[in-house]
Structure formats: C-alpha cells, structure tokens
C-alpha cells in the first residue's frame, strides 16, 4: 500500500486488520491471557532477578530464588487472610438462613404494597435462574482456569526470565541499526512505565485494603478484613471496580444485620475511601510516566471486559500505556500517542481567537447574494 492509495483504500485495510487482530485475540484468549499477566510479572520481578545475578548467582538458580520470594510473600498474604476465609465458610449455612429470611420479607411486602403475587416473583426468580445457568458455567470455567494459571504464569514467567537476552537480541535484530536507539528508548520506557503502574499499583491496593477494612471493622461488619482486601484488589480495575467493590460488604451488612443504617454508612465510608484515592492515591503513588487520560482509560477497561473478560480490565490499562509509547516514538504516530494522553491542549487549528466575531445569518446570507450577482455579471 503506497502513499498515493486513496484514504478510503488505506482506512478499509486498517479497519480489516483491526477486526482480524481482535478476532484472533478473542479466540486465542486461553493462551494469551496467562502470556500477558506472564509477562507483566517478570518484568516486575525483573529488578529482584538482575539484583541477585550481581551476586554471582547461576542464571536458572537467580530465577527459581526470584520465583520462591515472589510464592512466599504472595503465601504470607493469603496466610493471613485464611481464618476470614475458613470462617467465612463455617458461616455460610446461617448466612443462606438469613438471606432467605429477607428474601422472603421482600418478596411479602411487594406483594401487599404493589400486588406482585408470590407465585409471579416464584416464576420470576426461576426464569432468572434458568438464564444465569449460562453465567454459571463461565464463571465455574473462569475458576478452573485460575487454578491453571497458578500453574502455567510461574512456568511462563521462568521461561520469559531466562530468555531475556534471545527476546531482546530478536527485537533489535528485527528492526534496521538506524531504528536501534529508537528501539532501546521504547524498551526502556515500556519497562519503566509498566514496573512503575503495577508497584504504584499495589501500594496503592494496600493502602486502600488497609481503609477499607478499618472502615468495615469500626461499622462493625463481618469478615471485614476479607472484604477489605478483595474490595481493593476490585478496585485495581480503573473506574468499574470501585463500583463493584461497595456492592459486597452492603451485602454482607444486610444479611448480617437488622436495619438500613449501616449499609448507608458503608457507601459514606467508600466514597470518602475513593475520593482519597482518585485524588491522593492516585496522583501521588500510581506514578507512572505515562499518563492516560480518563475517557481512554474507561473505554479501555469497557473494551478489554469485552475481550477478555476480568483480566482484560485488569491488562487494559498496561497494553495502552504500551501502547502510547511506541507512538510518541513514531513520527506517523504521534497523533495517535496524544490522544491517549492526558495532556489537553490549549488550542487547536481553526480555533476562533475571542476577538473573532461570527457573522449571524443575515450577513451571511447577504455575502452569499452579492456573490451570486457578481457570478451573474460576469
């Protein structure tokens, strides 16, 4: 395709090739899924391998280290959360007991205030879980696949580890020696830019684990240190998350105890907790060289839902800042690159200055006649 082909020509080419790249990746999720979080991970784990290579470590010994501080430290976490979750499960029955109660109560008072009869919300209910059945089995298959990935990401993570140098040697190879500095400036960036996002990350996400779980226990809510952590790691998911994460512990308050007061305070305390985040978190700790703006960032998570589901929002954010950086570093590309930034320019080609007056219609019009009359004359 050459520079001289017609717009139409070039934008249908690169419209395909979206739609064939989005396809493929859609259908190869299983694979590329584990491939991406794989990747991501050693490159933060990158700085703790290359640390102990200097300490005259043999390369695979370096990794396996590398590997088994990361399992710990992940081990000393869930150890932790382990008696919430153990009593968690010792709960459940009295929880479903509770959770019918209500259930029941509702579906009374639906009945007295707006007529529904019991045997419509029955039906209801039934056709509900009929078409959640579809859900399930996702979510079962989802399950399952996480427990694959604890297997697979430290067998990919090991392997991208170890053939470091072969990846880097490709890339350089791959491009023209006069594009070489171009490609050691992407590298380096991309490498600073994602180790920056996922530590910022997850500061970030303790701290917010921390709020939340003192805001649970002094509300008095149940497994409120349980609830804390997985409201935080729900929160990792830009603008969606946040959202979800408040929905669990209102759930838990109205199955464990009588009234509405507290689930309101529940939704008071997250919101102080994300406006702290959005606005002191975020800006202070996330500190990533790439800056991404808002609408992007949101579209981003929507469309990586779409693909990939969960982990698709939780990749979104990373691929773009990737993104961004190979075209902030390719001439035809800078447009692209500014508009995922943040960065709002103060004017743009064609912009009226204020002193510029608009003529209204009738001027216009008037301009228009006298033009039309000259045509004539001549």
Do not use: C
């Given at each position: 395709m050459t520079a001289s082909e017609p717009f139409y020509k070039k934008s249908t080419l690169v419209l395909l090739g979206i739609i064939l790249l989005v396809y493929v990746m859609h259908?190869?999720?299983?694979?590329l899924v584990p491939?991406?979080?794989s990747l991501l991970l050693a490159i933060l784990l990158n700085p703790l391998n290359s640390r102990i290579m200097r300490l005259k470590v043999p390369t695979v010994l370096s990794i396996l280290l590398t590997l088994l501080i990361a399992v710990i430290i992940l081990g000393i976490i869930l150890y932790f959360l382990s008696a919430q979750i153990i009593q968690f499960?010792?709960?459940m029955p009295a929880l479903k007991l509770k959770f019918t109660q209500i259930l029941t109560d509702l579906q009374n008072l639906l009945q007295t205030k707006f007529g529904i009869s019991i045997q419509k919300q029955t039906q209801f209910l039934k056709d509900t879980a009929s078409s959640?059945?579809?859900?399930?089995?996702?979510?079962v298959s989802s399950v399952l696949g996480v427990f694959s990935l604890l297997f697979l990401i430290?067998?990919?993570?090991?392997?991208?580890l170890l053939y470091k140098p072969l990846i880097l040697n490709f890339l350089f190879e791959v491009f023209s020696t006069k594009n070489t500095h171009s490609v050691a400036?992407?590298?380096?960036?991309?490498?600073?830019a994602i180790q920056s996002y996922i530590v910022g990350l997850l500061i970030e996400a303790s701290i917010v684990a921390v709020l939340n779980s003192v805001a649970l226990l002094i509300l008095g809510v149940p497994y409120a240190i349980l609830l804390g952590v997985i409201g935080a790691?729900?929160?990792?998911?830009p603008y969606v998350g946040g959202l979800i994460a408040i929905t669990l512990p209102v759930l838990m308050a109205t199955v464990t105890q009588d009234g509405y007061s507290t689930q309101l305070f529940i939704i008071g305390a997250y919101l102080?907790?994300?406006f702290i985040d959005n606005n002191v978190l975020v800006p202070r700790i996330v500190s990533s060289k790439v800056k991404i703006n808002a609408l992007i960032s949101v579209l981003a998570v929507l469309l990586g839902g779409a693909l990939w589901g969960v982990s698709g929002m939780f990749l979104s954010i990373p691929l773009v800042a990737v993104l961004k950086i190979i075209f902030d570093r390719i001439e035809d590309l800078k447009p692209w690159g500014r508009i995922l930034g943040d960065q709002i320019p103060d004017s743009y080609p064609g912009q009226l200055s204020p002193n510029t007056r608009v003529p209204d219609v009738p001027d216009r019009m008037e301009k228009y006649v006298d033009a039309e009359d000259r045509n004539e004359k001549g």
């Amino acid at each position: 395709m050459t520079a001289s082909e017609p717009f139409y020509k070039k934008s249908t080419l690169v419209l395909l090739g979206i739609i064939l790249l989005v396809y493929v990746m859609h259908i190869l999720a299983d694979i590329l899924v584990p491939i991406a979080f794989s990747l991501l991970l050693a490159i933060l784990l990158n700085p703790l391998n290359s640390r102990i290579m200097r300490l005259k470590v043999p390369t695979v010994l370096s990794i396996l280290l590398t590997l088994l501080i990361a399992v710990i430290i992940l081990g000393i976490i869930l150890y932790f959360l382990s008696a919430q979750i153990i009593q968690f499960g010792e709960m459940m029955p009295a929880l479903k007991l509770k959770f019918t109660q209500i259930l029941t109560d509702l579906q009374n008072l639906l009945q007295t205030k707006f007529g529904i009869s019991i045997q419509k919300q029955t039906q209801f209910l039934k056709d509900t879980a009929s078409s959640g059945k579809a859900l399930v089995g996702q979510t079962v298959s989802s399950v399952l696949g996480v427990f694959s990935l604890l297997f697979l990401i430290p067998v990919y993570i090991f392997l991208f580890l170890l053939y470091k140098p072969l990846i880097l040697n490709f890339l350089f190879e791959v491009f023209s020696t006069k594009n070489t500095h171009s490609v050691a400036e992407i590298l380096h960036e991309t490498k600073a830019a994602i180790q920056s996002y996922i530590v910022g990350l997850l500061i970030e996400a303790s701290i917010v684990a921390v709020l939340n779980s003192v805001a649970l226990l002094i509300l008095g809510v149940p497994y409120a240190i349980l609830l804390g952590v997985i409201g935080a790691i729900l929160n990792m998911i830009p603008y969606v998350g946040g959202l979800i994460a408040i929905t669990l512990p209102v759930l838990m308050a109205t199955v464990t105890q009588d009234g509405y007061s507290t689930q309101l305070f529940i939704i008071g305390a997250y919101l102080l907790i994300q406006f702290i985040d959005n606005n002191v978190l975020v800006p202070r700790i996330v500190s990533s060289k790439v800056k991404i703006n808002a609408l992007i960032s949101v579209l981003a998570v929507l469309l990586g839902g779409a693909l990939w589901g969960v982990s698709g929002m939780f990749l979104s954010i990373p691929l773009v800042a990737v993104l961004k950086i190979i075209f902030d570093r390719i001439e035809d590309l800078k447009p692209w690159g500014r508009i995922l930034g943040d960065q709002i320019p103060d004017s743009y080609p064609g912009q009226l200055s204020p002193n510029t007056r608009v003529p209204d219609v009738p001027d216009r019009m008037e301009k228009y006649v006298d033009a039309e009359d000259r045509n004539e004359k001549g």
